[in-house]
């Protein structure tokens, strides 16, 4: 990363862009290389100017494609989201798409601007409740069996896979919904529709036979 982290910048609201550009246009530890707004021509553009962190402003959830293109098509490049909304499963799917930096709509320009800069120091930037959020995600999947063979072989869906493990620690039934956010019953439900689909009587006569079958860490 330059001493002077150069950014590029792209916004359908024209009169953010160009707020945005000014801002950062001013300080001298930050260089804006570009502007646009969201065109088919903006990705070639981003990928001609150097940049090295990409500023958007709230993009649609549903339009993560131009993320994923710049990612793709430039290299080491940083994504940081503006104006966004403090929402769960929009800001898990940016941070699955590749961005590093999500900061809401409620942001200062200071805020911004704080944002780059810790970008640039190979640091990632997130709300703290969108954090929590984060940690509890990767917990999630920590628990899920990574390997497509349980379903192949088993039938067990993901989530039953996820129980394997937990039931392996020896947790009860509400230990586990605590773990996973499910409800005692729920977790009941999913238990004794996983032993009826693999046809054995008690729950740890699953784990053994996933362990038998080496899926089981």
Known sequence: MSPRPNVFLVSGNRLLREALTRILGKRSDIQVVGAAAYSPQALQQIAE???EILLLDSISMSDLQFIREVIRSVANIRV?????EDDEAAFLRAVQTG???YVLKDASAMDVVAAVWAVAQDEAVCPPRLCHA???????ESTALPNVRVKVHLGLTRRQQQLIPLIAQGLTNKEIGSQLHLSEQTVKNHIHRMLRRVGVEDRLAVVEMVRMQGFLL
């Not at 984060?134 to 999630?140: E, N």
Request: glycine share 16%; hydrophobic share 50%.
């Open 99 to 101: 961005v590093t930096g």
């Open 80 to 84: 940081i989201l503006v104006g966004m």
């Open 134 to 140: 984060l940690f509890r995600y990767a917990f999630q």
């Open 49 to 51: 100017s150097g940049c």
